[in-house]
């Protein structure tokens, strides 16, 4: 008999048909109320899940008895516990290196945007606002040669190192848990602690995954190291910052700007302070969002799991304990 795969995320008609022809497959289009009933319901019967930003807390897999394996489409796996499915060997899984490109990328467009007030500065134009020649008044400031700080040296991290040393000619430091000696040869990185990069670095810019150690790791005492000129990014997750210390150290102008792909709270409240300050870009939790990168995610993540289906060690298991076979 076919397992029973339930989905809370749509796939493309080709890794349907892929996981059509393995499993029975229950979809569930939306997580609104009505889709996350239907998710409890389905629950009771699942051997595995496929899908992303949903927080799959205990009390909710606790329903699913026969749960084997989840397959995550997302490379962070903060919305899982960890432990938990370790000690259900419950088989879960990610999609790293697929979007690591496409990530970075989307990390230097917020240094650009933030850095040379695109956003901005468009508005104004399509506010009418272009009168004549902008002055000082509008001017950004450069991001080539200026210092680039990597707060987490991942592959996302390598790959943002990697655009700022050969595309703009930036010195990159960088902080990780160790020093990473081939980082530093490629790029001609330099490590160092938090403090000296929190206030040596023109852009600091976060690629760490959140975790018990890393949640609020950028507080008010970090905001504090940094430079009145420096701009912060944050590609990472939001609960990395104390999002009221960085509205206060925005508000304070003890930074200049910062560009934000997440948040506290996602999606972000339309009536957050964020959003009324002209130095701050804000996307949707977009870093991965390309119509080629999210489709290789989900490729990845339906191999993951029709592996983990097959009694196969999938390549991208995140929790090996789980693995006794
Ligand atoms: C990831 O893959 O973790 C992205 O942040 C999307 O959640």
């Not at 899940?49 to 995550?72: F, N, T, V």
Request: charged content about 20%; proline content about 5%.
């Amino acid at each position: 008999m076919k397992k029973h795969v339930v989905l809370y995320k749509k796939l493309s008609a080709q890794l349907m048909d892929r996981l059509q022809a393995q499993a029975k497959v229950t979809l569930i289009e939306n997580l609104d109320a009505q889709g996350l009933a239907q998710l409890r319901t389905a629950l009771p019967s699942a051997h595995a899940l496929l899908g992303a930003s949903l927080k799959l807390d205990p009390s909710l897999l606790d329903l699913a008895p026969h749960l084997e394996a989840i397959a995550s489409v997302s490379v962070g796996v903060d919305n899982y516990d960890i432990d938990y499915l370790t000690e259900r060997r419950i088989l879960l899984t990610n999609t790293p290196d697929v979007l690591t490109e496409t990530t970075a990328d989307t990390g230097f467009a917020l240094i650009l945007a933030t850095a040379r007030r695109v956003v901005e500065l468009a508005n104004l134009v399509r506010a009418g606002g272009w009168q004549q020649s902008i002055g000082p008044r509008h001017f950004g400031s450069d991001v080539h040669g200026k210092t680039l700080g990597i707060v987490g040296m991942g592959r996302i991290g390598e790959a943002l190192a990697q655009r700022g040393h050969f595309g703009f000619g930036m010195p990159v430091l960088y902080h990780s848990h160790s020093p990473k000696p081939a980082v530093e040869q490629r790029f001609n990185a330099r490590y160092c602690d938090l403090d000296t990069l929190l206030q040596q670095a023109d852009f600091i810019c976060l690629t760490l995954p959140l975790t018990a150690e890393t949640e609020d790791l950028i507080d008010a005492r970090a905001f504090a190291q940094m430079r009145p000129d420096s701009i912060f990014i944050n590609i990472s997750r939001g609960k990395v910052v104390d999002e009221a210390a960085m509205i206060d150290a925005l508000r304070n102008g003890q930074i200049r700007g910062a560009g934000l792909d997440v948040f506290e709270r996602e999606p972000l409240d339309p009536v957050s302070p964020l959003l009324q300050m002209d130095n701050v870009v804000a996307t949707p939790h977009m870093g991965s969002a390309t119509h080629e990168t999210r489709e290789a995610m989900a490729r990845c993540a339906v191999e993951n799991l029709l592996a983990a289906l097959a009694g196969e060690r999938p390549a991208n298991l995140v929790n090996p304990g789980a693995w006794k076979r």
